[in-house]
């Protein structure tokens, strides 16, 4: 009888065992499936895995700095001094919306610059610095305004009957 009552604790262990197997070949599984769309990506040559699969790379053709009609077409920012320094280390890290959305005085694009440098990894500036805030406070001004912006350049149009 005593064989008997280890009865419910051998059929848990088997269950585990059970348990225990089956969790492992899922993840043998969607490993071997992983590296069949992607043998490149357990590769450990010089190219690594990371530059291959994960990144896409931005065409450097003639048209990557594009000006068109005084805005520069890949970023939205406007043409004047300052412009690539501005490009070249604002938009690394972020989009050129989150800037162009921001109007800043002098003192607010400096703290925002140091709050980047001290929580974001943001890389000391250097010289840049003083000519990415001259082009931001020259370019993209505060604007005073109430609770909403007034709507402008609206095309209206006739309601047909």
């Known amino acids: 009888m005593d064989e008997n009552t280890n009865l419910p604790e051998q059929i848990k262990a088997v269950y585990r065992s059970l348990f225990a197997f089956l969790i492992a070949f899922c993840i043998i599984a969607i490993g071997l499936i992983t590296y069949i769309k992607n043998p490149n990506l357990f590769n450990n040559d010089s190219k690594s895995a990371e530059t291959e699969s994960e990144y896409v790379a931005i065409p450097q053709d003639d048209d990557f700095d594009k000006i068109e009609n005084g805005i520069h077409v890949r970023t939205g920012f406007v043409e004047a001094e300052g412009l690539m320094e501005t490009v070249n280390n604002c938009t690394n890290c972020h989009s050129s919306e989150l800037v162009l959305q921001n109007r800043m005085s002098k003192e607010r694009w400096i703290a925002t610059i140091r709050w980047m440098q001290e929580t ?23 604007i005073a305004k109430g609770r909403r912006s007034a709507l402008t350049d609206i095309q209206w149009y006739e309601l047909e009957d």
């Open 120 to 142: 974001q990894n943001l890389w000391d500036l250097g010289g840049n610095e003083a000519i990415i805030v001259d082009y931001l406070v020259t370019n993209y001004p505060v």
